[in-house]
T-cell receptor
Framework: DTGVSQDPRHKITKRGQNVTFRCDPI?????LYWYRQTLGQGPEFLTY????????KSRLLSDRFSAERPKGSFSTLEIQRTEQGDSAMYLC???????????FGSGTRLTVV | DAKTTQPNSMESNEEEPVHLPCNHS???????IHWYRQLPSQGPEYVIH???SNVNNRMASLAIAEDRKSSTLILHRATLRDAAVYYC???????????FGSGTRLLVRP
């Protein structure tokens, strides 16, 4: 069990560019979540997958954001036409079906300049 | 979504017990109470969770009030590595998503 992996750890991009982040959950975890965290705040829920199905999206997830989880394994989060307000830590977490704890990755820190 | 209320910050001395309180008066009967902690520049780390009974694990103990309107996370002997932001969260429903508040920043004095 190598935990939840996120790639890249850091990303600096110019405003207007597209970025894509990857999350590899723990292999037996069928539920995967994306969160966003800005400085000094708790993480905010973005979206949730059960296997390959995206079952819930926050209203924080504007049309510029899209997430996928093909084949119910790794997941990607894409942000199109990035804005400075997108600068944040993007966290991925996974868990099993049971009402157990989440395992979070170390996050991808995005800086939009 | 169950809203929780925690003190903004608490201080403790190293090797002393720490009791971190949380109020969650709007929690539903089927919501689990989760605790996570977060160190700077890291993702949140699972600490403990429970439903009605008190829970113990190698990291901490969770004491849940009988009416489930509050709970207390107990660190039996604080170490400097326990200095972090601690989040208390009610989780339930079909998505079982975690809704984080601002948490309690724990400072541990050597």
């Amino acid at each position: 069990d190598t935990g939840v992996s996120q790639d890249p750890r850091h990303k600096i991009t110019k405003r207007g560019q597209n970025v894509t982040f990857r999350c590899d959950p723990i292999s037996e975890h069928n539920r995967l979540y994306w969160y966003r965290q800005t400085l000094g705040q708790g993480p905010e829920f973005l979206t949730y997958f059960q296997n390959e199905a995206q079952l819930e999206k926050s209203r924080l997830l504007s049309d510029r954001f899209s997430a996928e989880r093909p084949k119910g394994s790794f997941s990607t989060l894409e942000i199109q036409r990035t804005e400075q307000g997108d600068s944040a830590m993007y966290l991925c977490a996974s868990r099993t079906n049971r009402e157990g704890g989440y395992t979070f990755g170390s996050g991808t820190r995005l800086t939009v300049v | 979504d169950a809203k929780t209320t925690q003190p903004n910050s608490m201080e403790s001395n190293e090797e002393e017990p720490v009791h971190l309180p949380c109020n969650h008066s709007t929690i539903s009967g089927t919501d689990y109470i989760h605790w996570y902690r977060q160190l700077p520049s890291q993702g949140p780390e699972y600490v403990i969770h429970g439903l009605t009974s008190n829970v113990n694990n190698r990291m901490a103990s969770l004491a849940i009030a009988e009416d489930r309107k509050s709970s207390t996370l107990i660190l039996h002997r604080a170490t400097l590595r326990d200095a972090a932001v601690y989040y208390c969260i009610g989780a339930g429903g079909s998505s079982y998503k975690l809704i984080f508040g601002s948490g309690t920043r724990l400072l541990v004095r050597p």
